[in-house]
């Protein structure tokens, strides 16, 4: 029976093969394209917007034509992995529906700005890439992803809008250039693992927003050159791996550290506890210094501001100062009248002619 069919396929007219292709796209949903050493998509044949799986990884595409991708109006997963891209179309923000975009193990420099768009996003993978920079304003769109890996790049800063990314539980970006992470990391309190492992010299220190990251359970911050761990991560009660060899540790010790993350929450909750409890002593320092300067002054801008002098206390004129440029009052207009300056005082005999 076999070699009967391969006969009868092979006796199929051209439009029967695409017409069958087209049926079985539309049953499986489904179209893999892997490892075919394809240099070019082949659109002319597909009904692209009955697929929901795309897979063209471990090809040779240098592009993907912007056609194309507007097309995948229902597309949930693409896979373009291994091939030879060197960007990614606009009408990628045309993927309203995608969740899953791999784009690993190409020559990217850049994500388009468009990738804002794919609202409904949850996992995206940039790994092995000449990445140096992802789009500013990706987290305040992209708050459905889950994921977020862009490990083996040349990436120095993440986003300010990585905060918004309230979804994000995984976050890897390991060997790259990272010098900082951004602030308002408190904001992602989903996230589960973090990976900021080998920045090497990039990377010298945390912030203490990494404290609260609540649901935190793994943390990589091996080989870089962080000196200080945040006192605030004894606070992560959640917390269950902790790596941080190949730095130049100072506060925890490394033997602390290769003990257990028990060993490194209950030194770091004493290095906490003292820095709090010598801020506690500051302020009543300083509370108890206000409370006596108030005592003797009679209150701040009171009524008796003995021994305090305020800004023009010099040139404090008498009370009964009136001021000539006051309305002017019969009385003090009086005092400045012709006959009164002119007339003989009072008690004075005057002059006989």
């Known amino acids: 029976?076999?070699?009967?069919?391969?006969?009868?396929?092979?006796?199929?007219?051209?439009?029967?093969?695409?017409?069958?292709?087209?049926?079985?796209?539309?049953?499986?949903?489904?179209l893999d394209f892997s490892g075919m050493f394809l240099r070019s998509v082949p659109s002319s044949s597909f009904d692209f917007g009955f697929i929901i799986n795309l897979d063209l990884s471990n090809n040779n595409l240098e592009s993907i034509p912007e056609s194309v991708t507007a097309r995948l109006l229902n597309l949930v997963v693409l896979d373009l992995h291994s091939n030879q891209l060197k960007a990614l179309p606009n009408s990628i923000g045309c993927l309203s529906k995608i969740r899953a975009l791999n784009v690993c193990s190409n020559l990217l420099e850049s994500l388009p700005k468009s990738i804002e768009n794919?609202?409904?996003?949850?996992?995206?993978?940039a790994n092995l890439n000449k990445l140096r920079e992802l789009p500013e304003t990706m987290g305040f769109e992209l708050t459905c992803l889950q994921k977020l890996a862009v490990?083996?790049?040349?990436?120095?800063?993440?986003?300010?809008?990585?905060?918004?990314m309230t979804s994000l539980r995984v976050l890897d970006v390991r060997l790259n250039c990272l010098r900082s992470?951004?602030?308002?990391?408190?904001?992602?309190?989903?996230?589960?693992?973090?990976?900021?492992?080998?920045?090497?010299h990039h990377l010298r220190s945390l912030p203490?927003?990494?404290?609260?990251?609540?649901?935190?359970?793994?943390?990589?911050?091996?080989?870089?050159?962080?000196?200080?761990?945040?006192?605030?991560?004894?606070?992560?009660?959640?917390?269950?791996?902790?790596?941080?060899?190949?730095?130049?540790?100072?506060?925890?010790?490394?033997?602390?550290?290769?003990?257990?993350?028990?060993?490194?929450?209950e030194y770091l909750g004493t290095m906490e506890t003292g820095?709090?409890?010598?801020?506690?002593?500051?302020?009543?320092?300083?509370?108890?210094?206000?409370?006596?300067?108030?005592?003797?002054?009679?209150?701040?801008?009171?009524?008796?501001?003995?021994?305090?002098?305020?800004?023009?206390?010099?040139?404090?004129?008498p009370s009964d100062y009136r001021s000539i440029?006051?309305?002017?009052?019969?009385?003090?207009?009086?005092?400045?009248?012709?006959?009164?300056?002119?007339?003989?005082?009072?008690?004075?005999p005057a002059r006989k002619p």
């Open 275 to 317: 820095e709090a409890a010598a801020v506690r002593r500051r302020e009543r320092r300083y509370n108890s210094w206000v409370k006596k300067l108030v005592t003797c002054t009679g209150g701040v801008g009171g009524a008796g501001n003995f021994g305090v002098r305020g800004e023009n206390d010099s040139y404090l004129l």
């Open 208 to 265: 203490a927003s990494l404290g609260l990251l609540v649901s935190l359970v793994e943390i990589d911050v091996s080989y870089n050159s962080i000196t200080v761990l945040p006192d605030s991560l004894a606070g992560l009660a959640r917390l269950r791996n902790l790596r941080a060899d190949g730095n130049p540790l100072v506060r925890p010790p490394m033997e602390v550290v290769q003990q257990s993350v028990d060993a490194v929450r």
């Open 325 to 348: 440029d006051e309305p002017a009052s019969p009385r003090y207009v009086g005092m400045f009248s012709p006959r009164r300056l002119f007339s003989p005082r009072r008690g004075t």
């Open 1 to 30: 029976m076999k070699p009967k069919r391969a006969k009868a396929a092979a006796a199929m007219s051209p439009d029967v093969v695409d017409e069958g292709v087209q049926i079985a796209e539309k049953a499986a949903q489904k």
């Open 118 to 125: 794919c609202r409904a996003l949850q996992e995206l993978a």
């Open 151 to 164: 490990n083996c790049n040349k990436i120095a800063f993440l986003p300010n809008s990585t905060s918004y």
């Open 181 to 200: 992470l951004p602030d308002g990391l408190e904001r992602l309190v989903h996230l589960q693992v973090l990976n900021l492992s080998q920045n090497f």
